[in-house]
C-alpha cells in the first residue's frame, strides 16, 4: 500500500507536468497570432540546425525602387514549401505566412514567422494605377521594336 500510495505522489504529478507541456506546445504550434503576406525577393534560404533542422530565409522588400530594402526573416518548416520557395529564388513572390508566439526554444524555428505558402508575382505596383511588368510576365517585344536603331 505505501508503495502504491509512493508511486502515486511521483507519477501522477508527473504525468500532469507533462501533460500541460504537451498541450502548451501542440496549442501555440496550431494557434497563429497573425497571418499575412510578404512580397519581395527571396534572397536565401537554407537548411540548418544542430538537432533540428529547419529551413530559414531571409526576403528582400523594397517598397519603392531606389530605396534601402528591408529584410524580411522567415522559417519553413515543410520541405514542399521549402522547394518551392528553392525553385523561385530570385524572382519576385508573394511569402503567406503565420506569426507564432509562445514557443519557448528555437528548435521549432529561429523566427516568429512560419511560412505556408510561397506564390509567384508577375507585376510590381509603384503606386497607385502604375504597375510595372516583371520580366517573365512581360509579352515578348514586336520585331520592329527590337530591331529598330
Known amino acids: 500500500m505505501k508503495r502504491f500510495m509512493l508511486l ?35 534572397q536565401k534560404l537554407s537548411h540548418k540546425g544542430w538537432i533540428c533542422k529547419t529551413w530559414e530565409g531571409e526576403q528582400a522588400l523594397v517598397s519603392q525602387p531606389g ?12 520541405d514542399a514549401v521549402a522547394a ?6 530570385g524572382k519576385r513572390v508573394s511569402l503567406h505566412y503565420e506569426e507564432k508566439v509562445g514557443l519557448p526554444t528555437s528548435c521549432f524555428g529561429d523566427t516568429r514567422y512560419f511560412i505556408t505558402k510561397v506564390v509567384p508575382v508577375d507585376e510590381i505596383s509603384l503606386t497607385p494605377g502604375v504597375v510595372v511588368q516583371t520580366p517573365a510576365a512581360s ?8 530591331s529598330a536603331p
Not at 494557434?31 to 527571396?42: D, F, L, P, Q
Not at 530605396?67 to 522559417?75: H, I, Q, R, S
Not at 518551392?84 to 529564388?89: K, V
Open 84 to 89: 518551392d520557395i528553392n525553385r523561385l529564388m
Open 67 to 78: 530605396a534601402v530594402a528591408e529584410k524580411f526573416l522567415f522559417t519553413v518548416h515543410d
Open 8 to 42: 502515486k505522489r511521483l507519477i501522477l504529478p508527473l504525468l500532469i507536468v507533462v501533460a500541460l507541456v504537451v498541450g502548451w506546445f501542440s496549442f501555440f504550434l496550431h494557434w497563429s497570432y497573425s497571418t499575412g503576406e510578404r512580397a519581395g525577393w527571396v
Open 139 to 146: 509579352a515578348p517585344m514586336p520585331a520592329s521594336v527590337a
